[in-house]
Each structure stands twice: as structure tokens, then as C-alpha cells.
């Protein structure tokens, strides 16, 4: 009866070896704001300097934790565009690609979108200049204008 005890155990462990096994992936960017050096923020050439709008790091007005900071845009009906590199060059070459970020809207918005882009170039990707124009491999986000409500996922 103890040899069936172990048997069971040991086969729970390497079930639960499996599961984490199955369930690891290598992150390549993960953001918590603690470093605002990592971001560039964009000029758009294509827009007057009074079309852009101000980034700020925030908790946000509902937070649990005022120390977990964010981006948040200050101004409605401008355009912001900012970037940061990944922490290391990735391939999805048979592997799934998992892109996963939140949207709080603290104001009451009548349109706009909050996308993210995954663009290729690396080192060599002009952050500056950054922009709606700018090619990318896959962008992610909601959109809302007026009573539509989407999430768009364009590669």
C-alpha cells in the first residue's frame, strides 16, 4: 500500500513538472515603468507639435497600489505615439506569439484607439520619427468611436 502511495505522489510531481513544463515561455518585454529612460517618445513628423499630446507615469484615479505605475495619456484629442525596444531579438517560427497589455479609459471617449505595434527593424527602427505610416508586423487594440466598440488585430 505505501509503494502505491509513492507511485501516486510520484506520478502527481511529474504530472505537475509536465504542466509547468508545457506552460513556461521567455518573455521579451515586460514594462513596469520603473525606467523612463527605456522609452523614446515620437515627434510624428507628419503632425504640428500642437497635435501631440503629453505622456505622464501614474497609478491612475482607481488603483490598488499607488506605486504601480503606467503611461497615461494628459490631454484629449491629441496623438501620442511612444516606443521602447524588446529585450532581446525573438522569432515565431513554429511558436505561438503571445501579446497581452490593459487599457484602463479613465475619460469618457467619444473615439480614439489605444494600439500596440510590434515592428521589425531592431536597433536600427528610427523611434524619433515613429508613427500612424510607420510599418509593422502585427498591431493589437481597442478601438471606440462612438457607440462602436472593437478590438482590432492586424498583422
Known sequence: FLFLIQIHA????????????AASAKVY??????????????????K??????????????????FSDLALQT??????????????SPFTNKDKDLVIQYTVKHEQKMECGGAYIKLLGGGKEFPASTFGGDTPYAV???PDICGST???HTIF
Open 10 to 21: 510520484i506520478m502527481k510531481f511529474t504530472a505537475a513538472l509536465l504542466c509547468i513544463q
Open 29 to 46: 518585454f515586460k514594462e513596469t515603468f520603473a525606467d523612463k529612460e527605456r522609452w523614446t517618445t515620437s515627434v510624428m513628423n507628419d
Open 48 to 65: 504640428k507639435d500642437s497635435d501631440m499630446g503629453e505622456w505622464a507615469l501614474t497609478p491612475g484615479k482607481w488603483h490598488a497600489d
Open 74 to 87: 494628459t490631454e484629449d484629442a491629441r496623438f501620442y505615439g511612444i516606443s521602447a525596444p524588446l529585450d
Open 139 to 141: 498591431m493589437f487594440g
Open 149 to 151: 466598440r472593437r478590438t
